[in-house]
């Protein structure tokens, strides 16, 4: 599959001219820096690539990651390596955009995570807290790019990208605000507080793409809702390339 974000995963092996798998064996190179080891573990961990062969210091690392990965409380983790493997760069300012790309482009992350434990399926689900008119009208001034992802128990099951001003959806967004701003103007202290959408909210959207998807994803069939795995379908065998 020649998906980007399968051809960035490969690039990192080839930068350094090993496999991905075994990149934690160069800490003591000195070309090899602390934060590239600690991505290398994440990725690791999020690409479900775990070697078999470790110490004592990498269990510990990888349960300490794992903890990170499936935390209710905050998706800054799955955030983070969504970003990575999507080659955009991270933007650490609160209340803004959660990425940018060498071009400038604006990214939003909706990463959703369930666990062995949950009764939920990923259904490509994400939502926006405490929206207005003025930030739905800002993103489509800004042209931000949204990026769903999918993760079970912290591992990366899927990625989708699409244009936020693609009319299917952003009509759909507007539609929700115009139920709270009936005006169709903001209102001084109130807001959306949890305006929610699933994949086929962008399904038929003209700009989706599908940037990653698990391979053997035949194992992971019964974490999706049918929309979603027929919405990967539809995608992964609608390249020329594959």
């Known amino acids: 599959m020649n998906y980007r974000v399968q051809s960035f995963v490969k690039s990192i092996s080839n930068i ?23 991505n290398t573990y994440k990725l690791n961990y999020t690409l479900d690539m775990i070697p078999l062969d470790l110490d004592t210091k990498d269990e ?18 799955r955030e983070s390596m969504t970003l990575l493997l999507c080659n955009v ?16 482009i604006f990214y939003e992350v909706k990463p959703k995570n369930i666990t062995t434990d949950s009764k939920k399926k990923l259904s490509g689900d994400g939502n ?34 699409f244009d936020y001003n693609d009319p299917i959806f ?13 005006e169709d103007i903001d209102i001084k202290c109130e807001y959306y507080r949890n305006l ?5 909210w962008y399904s038929e ?23 979603c795995a027929d919405l990967i379908n539809k995608l992964r065998y609608s390249y020329d390339d594959l």
């Open 16 to 38: 350094y001219n090993i496999p991905l798998i075994d990149l934690h064996k160069l800490w003591y190179k000195s070309n090899f820096n602390h934060l590239d080891y600690l």
């Open 60 to 77: 510990i690392i990888y349960k300490l990651i794992g903890q990170q990965a499936n935390d209710l409380n905050s998706s800054t983790f």
């Open 89 to 104: 760069n991270q933007i650490h300012t609160k209340h803004s955009y959660d990425g940018i790309d060498h071009n400038g």
């Open 128 to 161: 926006f807290s405490d929206f207005t008119i003025s930030r739905h009208k800002k993103y489509i001034g800004d042209d931000v790019k949204m990026i769903i992802s999918g993760f079970f128990n912290g591992k990366i099951i899927y990625i989708f990208q």
């Open 170 to 182: 952003s009509e759909k967004i507007h539609c929700k605000l115009k139920q709270k701003f009936k």
């Open 196 to 200: 929610a959408f699933n994949s086929s």
């Open 205 to 227: 959207c003209k700009s989706i793409r599908l940037l990653y998807i698990k391979p053997n994803n035949n194992e992971t069939k019964h974490i999706l809702t049918k929309n």
